[in-house]
């Protein structure tokens, strides 16, 4: 089955500065590759997803990059504020069979 | 509101006992969902139905039965609990493979 592998997996980065997080697939199948938030005690949100016929996808300040040679994707959070602390989470998905990565848990310090 | 629900919030129960959690969507969704996150935040899917058909078992105890009586609802009846049953179980919804939206979480605590 699908494996997904994310790094890191907590990022303490300072307002403004920006944020990036890896992942990387295993199943050259896949192609859906979401990215979910998720604040404290709150559902997963979706915030950003790219299929694997495109290699860049941006959002304001959240961008997405897909490499599908080397089965990996990155999400790109720039110009970071307090409220874009939370757990990310990145997925990888063939024929409804979404798997996730462990999450990283980012904080922005003030 | 167009949104995933599920009821209830909140579940403590003792170990040996039968309960059920219900999810409903009125997204027109085709394809509805069972995850189970654990105390490390891990999102593993246990279930997934597509126009009411299974179509994903993971490997998950027997003791889990999903149900889903029309494309709008998803239900997750768990009998003879166990103390490693205790997480937060998402129930989501998604048209074909695309996003899912997830409900707000069932925290299920066995003791």
């Known amino acids: 089955g699908e494996n997904v592998e994310q790094h890191p997996s907590t990022l303490s980065v300072q307002e403004g500065d920006s944020a990036v997080i890896k992942c990387t697939y295993s199943d050259s199948a896949s192609n859906y590759f979401p990215w979910y938030k998720q604040e404290l005690g709150k559902r997963p949100q979706l915030i950003i997803d790219?299929?694997?016929?495109?290699g860049e996808k941006k959002d304001q300040r959240i961008a997405v990059t897909l490499n599908k040679t080397a089965k990996h994707f990155s999400l790109h959070i720039t110009e970071t504020q307090p409220e874009d602390s939370a757990v990310y989470f990145c997925a990888a998905s063939r024929v409804h069979k979404l798997s996730f990565g462990a999450g990283t848990t980012v904080t922005v310090r003030a | 509101d167009t949104a995933v629900s599920q009821t209830p919030k909140y579940l403590v129960t003792q170990m040996g006992n039968d309960k059920s959690i219900k999810c409903e969507q009125n997204l027109g969704h085709d394809t509805m969902y069972w995850y189970k996150q654990d105390s490390k935040k891990f999102l593993k899917i246990m279930f997934s139905y597509n126009n009411k058909e299974l179509i994903i078992n993971e490997t998950v105890p027997n003791r889990f039965s999903p149900k889903s009586p029309d494309k709008a609802h998803l239900n997750l009846h768990i009998n003879s609990l166990e103390l490693g049953d205790s997480a937060v179980y998402f129930c989501?919804?998604?048209?074909?493979?695309?996003?899912?939206?997830f409900g707000p979480g069932t925290r299920l605590t066995v003791l």
């Open positions: 989501a919804s998604s048209q074909d493979d695309g996003g899912r939206f």
């Open positions: 790219i299929r694997s016929n495109v």
